[in-house]
C-alpha cells in the first residue's frame, strides 16, 4: 500500500519553543495533503488541508500564525508549531491524497508532541 | 456527507470473523464508504471503501447493502493485531476534501 512518513515519531520541546513536523508521501506525489491533531481518547480532528504551491486552508479555530505549514514539493508537506505550549502536546497526523478514479488518503505514523 | 452511526465497541475472539457494522442511511448515490482502522498510537491505516458492489482485498471484505443504507465489514479470520478503532467514513470521491472521523468502533479481539 501506499506510504507515508512522518519525522519526527516524538518530540519533547521546552514551552515556547518551535518544532516543525515533516511529512513525506513516498509513493506518489500528492499535490494535496492534510494534517490532524489527536486528543487522548479522541477521534482526529482536521487542522488544515495543505495544497502544494499555494497557501494552506485552516479549519476554524486553527491559527494560522501558530500553524505554520508548508508545501513546497509534491512530496512534502511540513508544519512548524511555533511557541509551542503545553495545550500543544498532542498527536499530529497527516495524510496524502491519492487522486484516481476514487480519491483516497493514506494517512502517517504520527507525531507525538509533549510541550514542557 | 452523509452521517454514520457505528456501535463504540465489539469483542471478538481470536481466529474468528469480525463483522462490524455502519449504518449510514442518508446516502447519496454518489458517495462511497470508506474504511479506515486505528490501531493504539499509529495513524490511520486505510482498509477498503466501496460504491454499490461488495469489495473485497487482501485485508477485509466490505458488504454494502442493496439500499446502500448500511454496510458492514468483514475481517475473516480477526488475530490479536486486529484490535484497533475502526471507522466507517461516508464520502463522495473526488473533491480534494479531507476525511471526517467520527467516533468509530473498538474492536477488541480476544485470545
Known amino acids: 500500500g501506499a506510504v507515508v512518513s512522518q519525522h519526527p515519531s516524538w518530540v519533547i520541546c521546552k514551552s515556547g519553543t518551535s518544532v516543525k513536523i515533516e511529512c513525506r508521501s513516498l509513493?506518489?506525489?500528492?499535490?494535496?495533503m492534510f494534517w490532524y491533531r489527536q486528543f487522548p481518547k479522541q477521534s482526529l480532528m482536521l487542522m488544515a488541508t495543505?495544497?502544494?504551491?499555494?497557501?494552506?486552508?485552516?479549519e476554524q479555530g486553527v491559527e494560522k500564525d501558530k500553524f505554520l505549514i508548508n508545501h513546497a514539493s509534491l512530496t512534502l508537506s511540513t508544519l512548524t508549531v511555533t511557541s509551542a505550549h503545553p495545550e500543544d502536546s498532542s498527536f499530529y497526523i497527516c495524510?496524502?491524497?491519492?487522486?484516481?478514479?476514487?480519491?483516497?488518503?493514506?494517512f502517517g505514523p504520527g507525531t507525538r508532541l509533549t510541550v514542557l | 456527507d452523509a452521517k454514520t452511526t457505528q456501535p463504540p465497541s465489539m469483542d471478538c475472539a481470536e481466529g474468528r470473523a469480525a463483522n462490524l457494522p455502519c449504518n449510514h442511511s442518508?446516502?447519496?448515490?454518489?458517495?462511497?464508504v470508506y474504511w479506515y482502522r486505528q490501531i493504539h498510537s499509529q495513524g490511520p491505516q486505510y482498509i477498503i471503501h466501496?460504491?454499490?458492489n461488495n469489495e473485497t482485498n487482501e485485508m477485509a471484505s466490505l458488504i454494502i447493502t442493496e439500499d446502500r443504507k448500511s454496510s458492514t465489514l468483514i475481517l475473516p479470520h480477526a488475530t490479536l493485531r486486529d484490535t484497533a478503532v475502526y471507522y466507517c467514513?461516508?464520502?463522495?470521491?473526488?473533491?480534494?476534501?479531507?476525511?471526517?472521523f467520527g467516533s468509530g468502533t473498538r474492536l477488541q479481539v480476544q485470545p
Open positions: 495524510s496524502s491524497l491519492r487522486v484516481s478514479r476514487t480519491d483516497t488518503q493514506y
Open positions: 509513493d506518489f506525489q500528492a499535490t494535496t
Open positions: 495543505s495544497n502544494e504551491g499555494s497557501k494552506a486552508t485552516y
Open positions: 442518508t446516502i447519496s448515490g454518489n458517495e462511497y
Open positions: 466501496g460504491l454499490k
Open positions: 467514513i461516508v464520502r463522495v470521491s473526488t473533491g480534494r476534501r479531507a476525511l471526517t
